[in-house]
T-cell receptor, first 113, second 112 residues
Framework: KQEVTQIPAALSVPEGENLVLNCSFTDSAIYNLQWFRQDPGKGLTSLLLIQSSQREQTSGRLNASLDKSSGRSTLYIAASQPGDSATYLC????????????FGAGTQVVVTP | NAGVTQTPKFRVLKTGQSMTLLCAQDMNHEYMYWYRQDPGMGLRLIHYSVGEGTTAKGEVPDGYNVSRLKKQNFLLGLESAAPSQTSVYFCATVDVIGQPQHFGDGTRLSIL
């Protein structure tokens, strides 16, 4: 069974510092990996989707990399802002899962002014 | 364009009561999912559907039933609510395999 881990569970950084969030998965046979942001009491907002054939995806200050062979994905957020404070989750779609996704527990990020 | 709409947003039930959560989407997506989110455990898949008239069990299906009679609606039922089902429930949709998931805002359910 695919297991997805996000370490650390919580992270606090000063404004302006770059954020590095990690996601690891146990089975490299994946179809894609998706990063989400969740604000307190809210739903999940999609940030980036990386297909298994891709190495990275970029959107503005966000960059996500994927290393399937080592079972890792990293989300980089450049020049963090207090508005980036949220919980970030990654979800992996196994290759044979008919669309089912396996989620990590998330990393709670606080960016201090 | 509402995307994915979940009703109700909040509900308090007593143990043993039943209720149905509705997920409605206006994007004509094929795939629909029900998750529950508990503190420290991430999201866990309850049931899912790969198209109108189809349903399948996810990771934690016990105590729940689902139906997808119309493509745009996916219903999650609790036949006899238990305190262990206190959670936040999320619905998600996917257009075709390989595309991103789209989430609703969630239903916060408390069972006393």
């Amino acid at each position: 069974k695919q297991e997805v881990t996000q370490i650390p569970a919580a992270l606090s950084v000063p404004e302006g510092e770059n954020l590095v969030l990690n996601c690891s998965f146990t089975d490299s046979a994946i179809y894609n990996l998706q990063w989400f942001r969740q604000d307190p009491g809210k739903g999940l907002t999609s940030l980036l989707l990386i297909q298994s054939s891709q190495r990275e995806q970029t959107s503005g200050r966000l960059n996500a990399s994927l290393d399937k062979s080592s079972g890792r994905s990293t989300l980089y957020i450049a020049a963090s802002q207090p508005g980036d404070s949220a919980t970030y989750l990654c979800a992996v779609r196994p290759a044979d899962s008919w669309g089912k996704f396996q989620f990590g527990a998330g990393t709670q990020v606080v960016v201090t002014p | 364009n509402a995307g994915v709409t979940q009703t109700p947003k909040f509900r308090v039930l007593k143990t043993g009561q039943s209720m149905t959560l509705l997920c409605a989407q206006d994007m004509n997506h094929e795939y629909m999912y029900w998750y529950r989110q508990d503190p420290g455990m991430g999201l866990r898949l309850i049931h899912y559907s790969v198209g109108e008239g189809t349903t399948a069990k996810g990771e934690v299906p016990d105590g729940y039933n689902v139906s997808r009679l119309k493509k745009q609606n996916f219903l999650l039922g609790l036949e006899s609510a238990a305190p262990s089902q206190t959670s936040v429930y999320f619905c998600a949709t996917v257009d075709v395999i390989g595309q991103p998931q789209h989430f609703g805002d969630g239903t916060r359910l408390s069972i006393l």
